[in-house]
């Protein structure tokens, strides 16, 4: 099956100065990449997804980059704020119709520094 | 409703007791995932409902481990003879059929966050 590894753990950041996390996929299969956000209490939300049939897509101030030959993608946010700050999860899947399960990472924790 | 909603929010039990945990989807979503949030780990998948299909519980980690979804709506997982090991946190999440709404991306609920002392 998939296997997701994702990096940093933990990463601190100063306000204004960029983030990027990166995570690596093993399965060929997998074509969809979403990454989500969890604020302490409550639940993933969507924040940006990308498909293997594209390489980079960016929505404001996050963008993720893909590399299928390489089976590794990243979360990229500038600008960063502290309402920034939270646990980050990437995630794959394969395509598959109507199964769509994902594969999580372990997440990362950002922390923006005032 | 306007989101997932899980109920309840906070769990406490004692180790042995039986536990059940409520997820409401969004109306008209047809695939129910639940998944297994460990302290500072990711997400542990545990089963998936899709319409009318047998679910997939691949991922159920034993079988005092147990789920059902009534009506292609509601659904209740169900652990029995709790172990303090299944303290975490589970998410429910729903998807709209496929071409409809969000495309691919997961709505989750707050959690239940289950402690067994």
């Known amino acids: 099956g998939e296997n997701v590894e994702q990096h940093p753990s933990t990463l601190s950041v100063q306000e204004g100065d960029s983030a990027v996390i990166k995570c690596t996929y093993s399965?060929?299969?997998?074509?969809?990449f979403p990454w989500y956000k969890q604020e302490l209490g409550k639940g993933p939300q969507l924040i940006i997804d990308?498909?293997?049939?594209?390489g980079e897509k960016k929505d404001q101030r996050i963008a993720v980059t893909l590399n299928k030959t390489a089976k590794h993608f990243s979360l990229h946010i500038t600008e960063t704020q502290p309402e920034d700050s939270a646990v980050y999860f990437c995630?794959?899947?394969?395509?598959?119709?109507?199964?769509?399960?994902?594969?999580f990472g372990s997440g990362t924790q950002l922390t923006v520094l005032p | 409703g306007a989101g997932v909603s899980q109920s309840p929010s906070n769990k406490v039990t004692e180790k042995g007791k039986d536990v059940e945990l409520r997820c409401d989807p969004i109306?008209?979503?047809?695939?129910l995932y639940w998944y297994r949030q460990s302290l500072g780990q990711g997400l542990e998948f545990l089963i998936y409902?899709?319409?009318?299909?047998?679910?997939?519980k691949s991922g159920l980690p034993s079988d005092r481990f147990s789920a059902e979804r009534t009506g292609g709506s509601v659904s209740t997982l169900t652990i029995q003879r709790t172990q303090q090991e299944d303290s975490a946190v589970y998410l429910c999440?729903?998807?709209?059929?496929?071409?409809?709404?969000?495309?691919?991306?997961?709505?989750f609920g707050s959690g239940t966050r289950l402690t067994v002392v």
């Open positions: 990308i498909r293997s049939n594209v």
């Open positions: 409902f899709q319409g009318n299909s047998a679910p997939d």
């Open positions: 995630a794959a899947s394969p395509d598959s119709g109507s199964a769509r399960q994902l594969t």
């Open positions: 999440a729903s998807i709209p059929p496929p071409g409809q709404g969000a495309g691919y991306g997961y709505t």
């Open positions: 109306s008209g979503h047809t695939a």
């Open positions: 399965d060929s299969a997998s074509n969809y």
